[in-house]
């Protein structure tokens, strides 16, 4: 793995993030780099017309990044194209920016996720591909909110006791499932859910309908613990859209 304090890094595989506007004429432009996790640099005269950087910030593109600087923000000297290009449409896309927010908001800066890099890479091909949009972003949740080091216990219950397909659980973050009978009460926190769920999210098996619904509410639960007071954009806009 790359040394996270060098000064210069040259070919580094990365997808951009997000940009926005620097000074008069020059963009901060957040990288996901596979060696270094998020990274967040300059790319100087890019907002000019003439800029041979500008067309190539795009998102979801894999490329090689060229950059130095001991500072947090560093210095962009150059990208290029680093294998085929995808072509993200329609609610695909959204759910491509969806993923981004969710980097953007919870994984901190040079902090590498090699598997993670690979997992995203992997994951905007099957959006590019229109395979079942709403289970590609449950995989992604869970694999991401893992790769974070968040438990996500789905095999075994609070008490170390293996999940039944046929018992009701309350699941809370932090903790995990909770065997419940009868009916929850409005003061009850976490999700309610099946332990048919939690086996087949455990199995990564979305068929199920009622697997599909519950699996998108935890997450939303799980995410919304972790995010904090401040909601997702992205999340609101495919809730609107399709319920994604």
């Avoid at 998102?59 to 150059?78: D, N, R, V, Y």
């Avoid at 927010?101 to 229109?130: N, V």
């Avoid at 046929?166 to 809370?172: A, F, K």
């Amino acid at each position: 793995m790359a040394s996270i304090s060098s000064h210069r890094q040259d070919n580094q595989a990365v997808y951009v993030l997000h940009t926005y506007p620097f000074k008069e004429t020059s963009l901060v432009v957040e990288l996901f780099a596979r060696d270094f996790g998020r990274v967040a640099t300059t790319a100087k005269g890019a907002r000019r017309p003439r800029s041979a950087m500008r067309g190539m910030l795009q998102a979801f593109q894999p490329m090689l990044a060229i950059w130095s600087g001991k500072l947090e923000l560093k210095t962009l000297h150059s990208l290029e194209w680093n294998g085929c290009l995808l072509l993200l449409q329609g609610e695909a896309l959204m759910c491509g920016f969806y993923l981004n927010e969710l980097l953007l908001r919870l994984l901190p800066r040079e902090d590498p996720h090699e598997a993670l890099f690979e997992y995203y890479a992997d994951t905007l091909k099957t959006l590019a591909s229109g395979e079942d949009l709403a289970t590609t972003l449950r995989r992604f949740e869970l694999k991401f909110l893992q790769e974070l080091g968040y438990a996500i216990p789905l095999q075994l219950d609070i008490n170390a006791s293996p999940v039944l397909a046929l018992q009701n659980y309350r699941y809370e973050a932090e903790h995990g499932a909770i065997p419940i009978n009868g009916a929850i009460t409005r003061d009850d926190n976490g999700i309610r859910l099946s332990g048919k769920t939690l086996i087949d999210m455990s199995n990564d098996d979305y068929t199920n309908g009622q697997t599909q619904q519950q699996s998108k509410l935890l997450m939303r639960y799980l995410l919304a613990h972790y995010l904090g007071d401040k909601p997702l954009h992205t999340r609101q806009l495919l809730v609107d859209l399709q319920g994604l």
